[in-house]
């Protein structure tokens, strides 16, 4: 799923309601619009948007009060990141990958459910504490470089060069200069670049 269709989705409050009410168990209209506090025909069209943007799939069920009814449930499961810093702007999207399902604890206690929840949270903080160090010295990296460009003689094209193939560092020069246009104005640039951080 790309991560503009993502932001469009989950930018409205009511659907990222509707999201959270159902990342806890399929769930029908008219329960949602009970839950959430908005009208069920407000709650039906955000489903729909929903589901034609593929985060949620329906279904129809046999209900014992009444006519067969749609249940909904979320259809994927994703982690967003989005990284603006000096010198660096990211936008990811981490699609979930088949893991481990129908784990077994080795108790069912919930005292003890919850401090192994707890124990995962906290290695969650620490690798999310690692990521932003890891983050700062990249930042700290770039910056350093983009301050090269500072003085006269460096134009945009410059600094847009540097951004570029800086924020790729794996794709190859030749293909960062063919992404970017005024492709001779570019390899003469990269030149210049390359005395400039030779001084």
Same mark, same amino acid.
């Given at each position: 799923?790309?991560?503009d269709?993502?932001l469009?989705?989950?930018?409205?409050p009511?659907?990222?309601?509707?999201?959270?009410?159902l990342?806890r168990?399929?769930s029908y209209?008219?329960?949602?619009?009970?839950e959430?506090?908005?009208?069920?025909?407000?709650? #039906?069209?955000?489903?729909?948007?929903?589901? *034609?943007?593929?985060? +949620?799939?329906?279904?129809?069920?046999?209900?014992?009060?009444?006519?067969?009814?749609? +249940?909904?449930?979320?259809?994927?499961?994703?982690?967003? +990141?989005?990284?603006?810093?000096?010198s660096m702007?990211?936008?990811? +999207?981490t699609e979930?990958t =088949?893991?481990?399902?129908?784990?077994?604890?080795?108790?069912?206690?919930?005292e003890?459910?919850r401090?192994?929840?707890a124990?995962?949270?906290? =290695?969650? =903080? =620490?690798l999310? *504490?690692?990521?932003?160090?890891?983050?700062?010295?990249?930042?700290?990296?770039?910056?350093?470089?983009?301050?090269?460009?500072?003085?006269?003689?460096?134009?945009?094209?410059?600094?847009?060069?540097?951004?570029?193939?800086?924020?790729?560092?794996?794709?190859p020069?030749?293909?960062?200069?063919? #992404?970017?246009?005024?492709?001779k104005?570019?390899?003469?640039?990269l030149?210049?670049?390359?005395?400039?951080? *030779?001084?």
């Amino acid at each position: 799923m790309d991560i503009d269709t993502i932001l469009n989705m989950v930018s409205n409050p009511t659907r990222r309601r509707i999201l959270e009410s159902l990342t806890r168990g399929p769930s029908y209209p008219l329960q949602l619009s009970r839950e959430i506090g908005v009208s069920q025909q407000a709650i #039906m069209k955000n489903l729909d948007l929903l589901e *034609r943007n593929g985060m +949620v799939i329906s279904h129809q069920v046999s209900s014992t009060i009444g006519p067969m009814r749609a +249940v909904y449930e979320p259809t994927t499961e994703f982690t967003v +990141v989005i990284d603006m810093r000096r010198s660096m702007f990211s936008a990811d +999207v981490t699609e979930e990958t =088949e893991g481990e399902d129908n784990i077994v604890p080795a108790t069912e206690t919930i005292e003890d459910l919850r401090s192994d929840i707890a124990r995962i949270d906290e =290695e969650i =903080e =620490e690798l999310e *504490r690692q990521r932003s160090a890891l983050i700062r010295r990249r930042q700290n990296l770039i910056s350093w470089a983009m301050s090269q460009l500072d003085g006269e003689g460096f134009t945009n094209i410059h600094r847009d060069l540097m951004y570029q193939m800086l924020n790729n560092p794996n794709v190859p020069e030749m293909d960062v200069i063919g #992404m970017m246009s005024q492709r001779k104005d570019i390899e003469k640039s990269l030149h210049e670049i390359a005395v400039a951080m *030779r001084r």
